[in-house]
């Protein structure tokens, strides 16, 4: 079942990446947040994985705001300004900046809606996949036992705890966006 879904979510993806779409990779849970933005970065796709704010997709003028916040700070501690402030409020702005960083430096280059999402534990990202449906936006999903797997258009079948299964399926799910495998061998692939 799993090497089908795989492949069936494969092929979904590389036709999507050919038409120039973009995967949103969420996995905001301790296995998964290194294995997200790894494989998320290795692509070039935006990812979120440390919280989802609530409002992501669905509330996208207040999402933009925050994240023009957090160009300026850069820009301004690029180009030195925040040296030519006092301690008090470079400290607060470096404070302020780390904080957008730390939850939206995922998304900060995502320029429109993505085309798709790719879920690790579809039961701690309920909030996602709510607002995917609510604008009809594709969900891959790495849908465990204790998970309904009909929340999702394209389920993978699997284990969400271990790291191991989360950094195949993330890699997979990369190299679909890559089109390094032109032709997804699952049983080669799982062989790692």
Do not use: H
Request: glycine share 6%; charged share 30%.
């Amino acid at each position: 079942k799993t090497v089908v879904c795989i492949q069936a979510a494969y092929d979904f993806i590389s036709s999507i990446v050919k038409k120039n779409g973009t995967v949103l990779f969420v996995g905001t849970k301790k296995q998964a947040q290194d294995a997200i933005k790894e494989e998320a970065e290795k692509c070039k796709m935006p990812y979120v994985n440390k919280r989802w704010l609530g409002g992501t997709l669905t509330n996208n003028p207040t999402l933009k705001k925050s994240i023009n916040k957090l160009r300026f700070f850069q820009d301004d501690l690029d180009k030195g300004v925040f040296d030519k402030l006092s301690k008090k409020e470079s400290s607060r702005r470096t404070k302020m900046l780390n904080k957008l960083n730390f939850y939206l430096g995922g998304i900060k280059d995502m320029r429109q809606m993505p085309s798709a999402i790719f879920v690790i534990d579809t039961k701690k990202e309920q909030l996602a996949i709510k607002e995917a449906n609510k604008l009809n936006i594709p969900i891959i999903g790495l849908v465990d036992t204790n998970a309904d797997p009909t929340e999702v258009n394209y389920p993978i079948p699997g284990n969400d705890d271990a790291i191991r299964a989360i950094r195949l399926i993330c890699s997979i799910i990369s190299s679909a966006v890559t089109g390094n495998n032109n032709s997804l061998d699952i049983s080669e692939a799982t062989k790692k």
